[in-house]
C-alpha cells in the first residue's frame, strides 16, 4: 500500500509557524508602545540572550551529549535530570547577569524585564518551531517520494502523522504559548532579585525561579525518553499555569511601589517647572 503523508500535516504546522512570527511582530510594537519605560532595545536583547545561552552554548553541550535513548531506566532518569538542570544554569543566570550588567542604569525600570521576557521567549517559540517542523518536512517528503520505508525514524513519522496532525502538536502549540509568558515571568522575578541580589528574600525568589525551571524541563525530557502519552505533559502545563499565576501576583505586589515612585517623580517635575 502507497504510504502518504496528508497535506494537511504541510499546511497546519506552516500557519502555526506563520502565527507565532506574526505574534512576535505584533508583541514588538506593543511594547514599544504600552511599556513607554522600556529600553526600546530590551526586546532585541532577549532575541540575543536566547540565541547565546541556548542557540549556540547549550547545542554546542549537546552536540558532544551522548544518546542515552537505549540505556537503562536509571541512566534515562539522570540525563534528564542533568538535560533538566543545564537550561536552568544557562538560561538564569544568564538572564540574572543580563539584568546586573547590561540593564544596569539610572533608568532600569522594571518594565525592562516585562519586554525582555517577551523578547526572549517569542524568539525560543518560532526557532524550535521552525527546526522541528523543517525536520518534518523533510522527513514528510521523504515518505511520500519512497516507495517503501525502511528507516525506523521514518516509519514512526508516517505512524504518527498518517491520520493527520497527531494531538501531542496541538498541544505542543498550547506550550509554546504559555512558554512565552513563562519566560515573561522568570524575567520579572529575576529582574527584581536582580536589585536586591544580596537581599535575602530576593535570593530565595530567584533560586525559587531557578528549580521551577529545572522542575519543567526535567519531567519534559523524563516524559520524552521513556515515550510517555500526551496526558503527562498537562502535569508540565499545571506548573506552567501556577507559576505564571504566581508571577503575576509577584509583579503586581512588587513593582506597585516603582509605579508610586513613577507617579510622584512626574508630580515633583510637574511642580518643579510650575
Known sequence: MEKNIPSICFILPSIFLGFFIIIQIIDFFLSIKYF???????????????????????????????????????????????????????????????FLYIFKSKNNHYENSVVFGIGYGGFESIVLLAIEY???????????????????????????????????????????????????????????????????KYLLFFIFVFFVHFLIDSLANIFSKFELNAFWNFTILGITIGYIIFGFFFYKKEYSDQKNEDVKKELNELSNEN
Request: glycine share 6%; no cysteine; aromatic share 12%.
Open 36 to 98: 513607554k519605560n522600556a529600553k526600546k532595545l530590551s526586546f532585541l536583547y532577549g532575541m540575543i540572550v536566547w540565541g547565546i545561552v541556548i542557540g549556540i552554548v547549550y547545542d554546542m553541550i549537546l552536540l558532544v551529549f551522548p544518546d542515552t535513548s537505549d540505556s537503562s531506566a536509571l541512566i534515562k532518569i539522570l540525563s534528564s535530570l542533568f538535560l533538566g538542570l543545564l537550561p536552568a544554569i544557562l538560561e538564569d543566570i544568564g538572564r540574572l547577569i543580563t
Open 134 to 200: 523543517i525536520n518534518y518536512f523533510i522527513s514528510f517528503n521523504k515518505i511520500n517520494n519512497s516507495s517503501s520505508i525502511d528507516d525506523k525514524s521514518l516509519m514512526k513519522t508516517y505512524n504518527d502523522f498518517k491520520d493527520g496532525l497527531p494531538a501531542a502538536e496541538y498541544m505542543n502549540i498550547v506550550m509554546r504559548i504559555f512558554g512565552i509568558l513563562y519566560h515573561t515571568t522568570s524575567s520579572v522575578i529575576i529582574f527584581r532579585s536582580s536589585l536586591d541580589i544580596k537581599n535575602r
